[in-house]
């Protein structure tokens, strides 16, 4: 039965190859061929140059040499006589070719895809020492070739993927090649059966991809005429397991050229010269590399990811590096290496986008040296978490980039910006804690780019005293930055915009003076800034963001929106409810939200001549009309009573106007309580009071409880204030006793919770009544009283006075504020001064009033430790500052 099926089959071929050909044997470029359908075999005889694929095809009976053939099982070449070459796709993806043929002794060339796809041709492939070239792909899938591959001497050509995926190679031996000095790109690639390669002594360059994936291949060799390693040429090579040893010819290692070849133990680059260039990825995953990396003094450039997840290697050694000029991104990315020392790299101008990110054990970078060096790429130091020491910063520095030191939270000591700086990349320093004094900023900086400089709580101050071309300060470029007290950017003329939550957090801001040429100011930018205390708004301002200055309870007085200012969006300036009142200078009503001043405590509103009624009825500001009183128009008034009780009649009759309309008042002369009552019920828009010069010993009681004024100037004569005199006056800010004053009634201050200054010029504390300054904080409203150990000792012992912490006197300039890190607590007990819970160790040196030092020592972290004494007044030196201390 299979006997007559062959039968059929072979009519069936024979009738279609008589239809094409005329008949069974062919005769083409005197080369003929015969095929014996029984025994799958080729027979090719006469003396023609070149196996021709269509003759091929036409004997075989298929069309195309991309159609599989399984009739083909052996080809005979020993009749040939003068045959040079075997033409492209002459025998492709004839999968029934069993065994490798015997080429004959005259072939020179082996052309592109001749026996490709012939994946069950099995056996060692000879080839004629006459063959001085192979084509593409020439026996590419060939996986059945075995044993040695020797490529003969005559060999100059070999062509791209020669023998890729041939599985079954295990050693290629390019020995006898004299004159190869290409290796070819992909002629292995694939060849997982490699285990060894002999390269020609007249090689130059072994291709891209020559061995990669050759997964068995384990020790290399190379010859000393070698120039350059291409591309991926050896890319998981996994198998390799030795020290890679490069000749002194070398110059280029190409990109991804040992990439992925774990099992690599060291490279040894010592005898290099010329060696200017290592690609790309050259290196990557080779977790094998371990110890100390040393690279040539011949090195130019390092690729990007170059050794990257190369975690074993330990250090790495630039010392001789003179000529490195860039250092690639990504390059030893999540490495474990400890220090970093560049300073020999004099020619060094970049150092990539996150070169040495994540790499977790760096303890140390110095360069310092690195002359040339003109960027540090994003995120190249980002999250080095135990990079603790100090980062000098060479001269020649022009832009450090995005995260580039971002959570480098160990990174310690000043920041020293050199003056070529001109960009600070979004997020350079985000949450480098540990960062400390002032920060300087260069004169060449024309941006700060948004989270910069966040969350670094270790910075005192900020210098813009040099930043005449700053333009913009980026979104949270500065937020959370608890440890600056004040920002003074009056020499910024070109600063325009500060960005939303450039300050936010900020809580210890107390002075702020903003650009003239500042034209925004973003949403929460100011957010918390809860010790800042006056906020002047420069004449170009133009908007305000929403919550901008939410929250700065500090805040107060007056505040002025400038002519520019066109919109303030909500909560630009919530919860600030120590402001007593606006004062607009523009004559259309700025565009406000419903919210935009909520849970402040505005008692007056001053806007241009004519222009009440538009602000009263304008959309946001209507809602103020029934709460404000807006005035568009001062009245300053001085008044001489010459008969008490006639306040009234004596202002009409002097000045010539209605005193409802009077918002300043100076008074002379004599009052009575009438005259109190007058300016209660009929003097709404009157915010200032001066009765310096009045002769007045007394004020009644209550006589100016609930009122809106927010200046008060006491008689020069005054001996005594009344109960509940100016109770709830919360606009209050300062009051000035003067000398005379002995007697302060009952609530005479209660609820007057914006006070921050109280002066007294009283040598003898006055007598106070219950409650007289109940509801004012008594820890930072300060208490301002003459010169005198003796003075002071009063005060502190009477009672309410003495609740006071901080209490000035010209002695002492200093006082107790609080302190900036807020675990270390100081306080005064019965017969002890008690410290504790410092962070870092804080020396601490402690006076008596004298100015005798009583002790000194050294604070432990988190410890506590008390130093007895004596009942009195010390004064302590410890963490930056001079704190006044009270022992009862």
């Not at 891209?208 to 000393?224: A, R």
């Not at 010790?531 to 002047?536: K, N, R």
Request: glycine share 8%.
């Amino acid at each position: 039965m299979n006997l007559k099926m062959g039968i059929m089959k072979w009519k069936l071929r024979l009738a279609v190859l008589l239809f094409l050909l005329g008949g069974s044997v062919v005769s083409w470029s005197q080369l003929s061929y015969s095929f014996d359908y029984v025994t799958g075999t080729l027979h090719i005889s006469g003396s023609g140059s070149e196996v021709d694929p269509m003759e091929v095809n036409k004997v075989l009976g298929r069309l195309y040499s991309s159609v599989l053939d399984e009739t083909l099982k052996a080809i005979d070449f020993s009749k040939v006589t003068t045959l040079k070459s075997i033409g492209k796709h002459a025998f492709s993806n004839c999968v029934g070719l069993a065994q490798v043929p015997a080429f004959p002794p005259s072939l020179e060339a082996i052309e592109d895809d001749a026996f490709s796809g012939c994946r069950n041709m099995s056996g060692i492939l000879r080839l004629p020492q006459s063959v001085s070239s192979i084509g593409a792909y020439a026996f590419s899938g060939c996986a059945g070739l075995s044993g040695t591959l020797v490529f003969p001497a005559a060999l100059t050509t070999l062509d791209v993927f020669a023998f890729q995926k041939c599985t079954g190679l295990v050693f290629a031996d390019y020995s006898q090649c004299l004159s190869l000095t290409d290796t070819g790109a992909g002629t292995f690639s694939g060849c997982t059966g490699l285990t060894s390669v002999a390269f020609p002594p007249s090689l130059v360059s072994i291709g891209d991809v020559s061995f990669s994936y050759c997964s068995g291949l384990h020790s290399l060799s190379f010859p000393e005429s070698l120039i350059s390693i291409g591309k991926n040429a050896f890319g998981l090579c996994s198998g390799l397991s030795a020290t890679l040893i490069f000749p002194a010819s070398l110059e280029i290692i190409d990109e991804a050229a040992f990439s992925g070849c774990s099992g690599i133990t060291s490279v040894d680059f010592s005898a290099c010269r010329s060696f200017a260039s290592i690609g790309s990825r050259a290196f990557m995953t080779c977790p094998g590399l371990a110890g100390c990396l040393k690279l040539p003094a011949s090195l130019v450039t390092i690729g990007e990811a170059a050794f990257r997840y190369c975690s074993g290697l330990s250090s790495i050694d630039l010392a001789d590096c003179i000529h490195l000029e860039c250092i690639g991104a990504d390059m030893l990315r999540e490495s474990n290496i400890v220090s970093l020392d560049l300073s020999k790299c004099t020619s060094l101008t970049t150092i990539g986008d996150g070169a040495f990110m994540n790499s977790k054990a760096l303890k140390s970078v110095d360069i310092s040296g690195c002359t040339s060096l003109k960027t540090i790429g994003d995120y190249a130091f980002c999250n080095c978490t135990n990079l603790a020491e100090k980062i000098i910063l060479p001269a020649s520095l022009t832009t450090i980039g995005e995260a580039a030191f971002s959570v480098c939270v160990n990174l310690s000591g000043e920041l020293l910006l050199p003056a070529s700086m001109q960009t600070i990349g979004k997020g350079a320093f985000t949450c480098c804690s540990r960062l400390t004094g002032s920060l300087s900023l260069p004169s060449g900086l024309t941006v700060i780019d948004a989270e910069a400089f966040k969350e670094c709580t270790g910075f005192t101050s900020v210098d813009f005293s040099q930043c005449g071309r700053l333009t913009s300060i980026g979104n949270d470029a500065f937020n959370n930055c608890s440890g600056l007290t004040s920002l003074d950017f009056s020499d910024c003329t070109s600063l325009k915009t500060i960005g939303s939550g450039a300050f936010c957090g900020c809580t210890y801001l107390n002075k702020l003076i903003l650009p003239p040429s500042l034209t925004t100011i973003g949403s929460i930018a100011f957010l918390g800034c809860r010790y800042l205390t006056s906020l002047v708004l420069p004449v170009s301002l133009v908007g305000i963001g929403r919550s901008a200055f939410s929250g700065c309870t500090g805040l107060t007085g007056i505040l002025t929106l400038p002519i520019s200012l066109t919109i303030i969006e909500q909560y630009a300036f919530s919860e600030c409810d120590k402001l007593d009142a606006l004062r607009c200078l523009r004559q259309v009503p700025p565009t406000i939200s419903t919210n935009t001043f909520e849970n402040t405590k505005f008692k007056f509103c001053f806007v241009p001549e004519g222009k009440k009624n538009d602000y009263r009825t304008a959309s946001g500001w209507i809602q103020f009309s029934g709460n404000w009183a807006f005035i568009d128009k001062e009245e300053n008034v001085t008044v001489n009573v010459a008969e008490a009780g006639t306040l009234g009649i004596s202002i009409l009759q002097q000045s010539g106007k209605h005193p409802s309309v009077v918002t300043q008042l100076m008074i002379k002369g004599v009052l009575n309580e009438s005259d109190y009552k007058y300016i209660h019920t009929n003097m709404p828009l009157l915010y200032a009071v001066d009765m310096a010069e009045a002769n007045v010993v007394s004020i009644p009681d209550e006589a100016f409880k609930g009122s809106k004024i927010l200046s008060f100037q006491f008689p020069s004569s005054l001996t005594a204030i009344g109960r509940s005199a100016f109770s709830h006056c919360d606009g209050l800010i300062s009051l000035s006793f003067p000398a005379t004053l002995n007697a302060i009634g009952s609530t005479a201050f209660s609820v007057c919770n914006k006070l921050d200054t109280i002066s007294c010029a009283a040598t003898v504390p006055p007598t106070l009544g219950n409650a007289v300054f109940e509801g004012v904080d008594k820890e930072t409203c300060c208490l301002c009283i003459p010169r005198g150990t003796d003075v002071l000792a009063k005060y502190f012992s009477a009672l309410q006075w003495g609740d006071f912490v901080n209490i000035i006197q010209k002695d002492y300039p200093t006082f107790l504020i609080p302190i900036k890190e807020s675990t270390l607590k100081v306080y005064g007990l019965k017969s002890e001064i008690v410290m504790e819970g410092a962070l870092s160790p804080e020396a601490y040196v402690l006076f008596d009033v004298t100015g005798k030092m009583v002790a000194a020592g050294t604070l432990a972290p988190m410890s506590r430790f008390n130093i007895l004494v004596v009942t009195g007044i010390y004064i302590l030196k410890i963490a930056g500052q001079c704190l006044k201390v009270f022992v009862r």
